[in-house]
């Protein structure tokens, strides 16, 4: 069994990816040809949306069981993860079907980090583990407001547990069984892509971002604590996602909205919408992923003070990238408003 082959091996880490991407991907074409998937949930499209057609929105089915499988064959000491993620995925799905008060969904993602960080604290001041279980949350959220483009958050899990995965495995403090469980979520989050890049049969659903933005967070947290990495590192892996959906909270908190609503001012959203389309807005995002994670499995093996500017640079880079984009979503608001104003003026 795969459980069995060599942990400093490269390719049983490849073949348990290999492994779970064809699980999750024959769990989700099950439900698409039976036709259980538009039982389950269905997305359908309003004005925020960037779909014009129902899809289902049943990923999760095939990401969670796939995530907490590994864990519990691979790492048992990881159960209260795969615990967390079961339990998050179930309130979830309940939201996906017929809806949830915000008030309940962020009590149950409160629950979920506060377990994780009251059974295994690390050894650093309390108001540290409230910060970390401050970002965690916000890890959880954010991979669900990231969810509205095609192939964007299947990508995003492809390439930050493959991060993960090769700084657990084959980084400075090799950590394998944190390694070969987020090898395991790499592959899965491939199995899902091949029915969610454009254009999309499936979306990953609350049942499947939220466990998703959970176990970013929770297999981050363990790895920092555990010394495999340091806490720039999952920050830095996942930095486009907690880039663009922290830049969009702040900006609608300032004018007073409630940011917990569906909207359409992420930057991924606003690149749809001036007509760069979803998959070559997916292929531009997933090389900045690539580069992003690159950068930050290079670093690990750096000085301090060289990971550090490494991060601040990336950053920079970031913002420019961000700024890049909303001129560019200036020029096509402009534009866009031209005929109005033309037609107005004709009347």
Known sequence: MIMHLPFSSPLSAVWIALASGVLCAAILAFLLKSGLAWRLATDIPNERSLHLRPTPRVGGWGLVPVAILAILLLAPSLWLIALGVAFLAAVSQIDDRCGLPARVRFAAHFLAVLALIAVYPAPVPWWCLIGLAFLMLWLVNLYNFMDGADGLAGGMALFGFGAYAAAALFGPAPMPELGWVCAAIAGAAAGFLLFNFHPAKLFLGDAGSIPAGFLAGALGYWGWRGG??????????FS?????ASVTLIR?????????????????QRMVRFGTGHASTALVWYLVMFIGTALALWALNRPVPLQWGIVAAWAAVLVVIGAAIDARWRSFQTVSRKPEVDADASQ
């Open 228 to 237: 495999t990495w340091p806490i720039w590192f999952p920050a830095l892996v």
């Open 252 to 268: 609608r908190l300032l004018r007073g909205e409630k940011f917990w609503q569906a909207h359409r001012e992420h930057y991924y």
């Open 240 to 244: 486009p996602f907690i880039a663009d």
